[in-house]
């Protein structure tokens, strides 16, 4: 056998289905300057703000519930104070 013989039938190789580019990943806006920007990106890297999920962004009574969180904890603070 030749040492320039080729295995093409390699279990390293990748396949051919994997190599047709397909994998982008999911793409979202940036809230400042709407630049198109990867997901799971934390800061913009066209206007470099951070980017971080606003209250708004969060379904109507998940916020209801986060408000009651919140005021619940700073009852707690104030009473254990006092």
């Not at 982008?24 to 971080?52: F, M, N, Y």
């Not at 009574?61 to 986060?66: C, D, G, I, K, T």
Request: aromatic share 12%; glycine share 4%.
């Amino acid at each position: 056998m030749s040492p320039y013989y080729n295995d093409f039938d390699d279990d390293d190789l990748p396949l051919a289905q994997d190599m047709d580019g397909t994998d982008d990943l999911p793409e979202a806006l940036c809230p400042s300057c709407r630049g198109l920007v990867t997901e799971d990106t934390q800061k913009c890297p066209h206007c470099g703000d951070w980017i971080t999920p606003r209250l708004s962004s969060i379904p109507g009574w998940r916020r209801w519930v986060y408000v009651a969180v919140v005021l619940l904890m700073l009852y707690a603070i104030l009473r254990w104070t006092f």
